[in-house]
């Protein structure tokens, strides 16, 4: 499976962006999907992640309720929809594929090239 993400940006803070990650590969729709992001001088952290058929997911306290991940399995594609940025949003957002719905980047084994998000006060 091969991931690429797209959709990052300049936003305004309290603006939205929809980042979308497109796979190739027909086990696209087998695997849970998960959204990382790393700003300047951080480790990796976890986001959102979405269970295979999109009937769970997991977000980071950091960014509940303004997030929404979603998965378009005809199409290949999840999404994270973020409203309500903030400064603090900035980073390089990457998706990435794990067997099941988990929190740990450990767990994930394919791995998109990020997009990066920069939010500005």
């Known amino acids: 499976v091969q991931l690429q993400a797209s959709g990052g940006g300049l936003v305004q803070a309290g603006g939205s962006l929809r980042l979308s990650c497109a796979a190739s590969g027909r086990t696209f729709s087998t695997y849970a999907m998960g959204w990382f992001r790393q700003a300047p001088g951080k480790e990796r952290e976890f986001v959102a992640a979405?269970?295979?058929?999109?009937?769970?997911?997991y977000y980071a306290d950091s960014v509940k309720a303004r997030f929404t991940i979603s998965r378009d399995n005809a199409k290949n594609t999840v999404y994270l929809q973020m409203n309500s940025l903030k400064p603090e949003d900035t980073a390089i957002y990457s998706c990435?594929?794990?067997?099941?719905?988990?929190?740990?980047?450990?767990?994930?084994?394919?791995w998109g090239q990020g997009t990066q998000v920069t939010v500005s006060s």
């Open positions: 990435a594929a794990a067997v099941t719905i988990t929190t740990t980047p450990e767990r994930y084994f394919y």
């Open positions: 979405i269970s295979w058929n999109g009937g769970r997911t």
